[in-house]
């Protein structure tokens, strides 16, 4: 269910931002469960979190060659427990409104659209503003159960008029 969550919303989040597949390989990042996890990047309270690490092409020795490599944690243990306390919620269209909105943020991060060492005022603007993009993306999406997904995050977003262009 994750690699489809995921196939969907690199698919999504491309469109939306209309970048190519070379585009798209671009900002690097892997997707892990928390049985792929170390104990550092298991989190209580989110349902995901980025961890950035920076990454080195094979056999290269200058700096330039460095990458900024993100990798998305998810959290096992708080996705479940909130689809256990909210019947509303099924796991797939969670995993996908997860995703979308995690792939939103490394896509702005790649393109300094957001700084990734953010003030903590400036997180808290950006994570609204994701969710507004994540809506906005997932709202047209067909799927069973996204409509309830949707709703849960509600509080989370802002109108559109108060965002700037993204």
Known sequence: ???????MAEEL?????????????RPKFDVKTRVDLSSDEIVPGPFAQIVRYEG?????????SSYDYYKICLQDHEILGAIANN????????????LTHEL???????KFLQNF??????????ESRVHELTHKILHP????????????YIQ???????LENT
């Open 56 to 64: 080195r092409l094979k056999d290269a020795s200058l700096g330039s």
């Open 141 to 152: 999406v067909r799927i069973d159960g996204l409509p309830e997904v949707l709703h849960f």
């Open 104 to 110: 939103i943020h490394i896509v702005r991060f790649s």
């Open 13 to 25: 989040v491309s469109e939306y931002y209309k970048m190519s597949a070379s585009e798209w390989l």
């Open 117 to 126: 060492n953010a003030k903590p005022e400036e997180r808290m603007t950006e």
């Open 156 to 162: 989370w977003r802002e109108p559109i008029n108060k």
């Open 87 to 98: 019947q509303q919620l099924e796991l797939l269209p969670f995993a996908l409104y997860i």
């Open 1 to 7: 269910m994750v690699n489809e969550s995921v196939a």
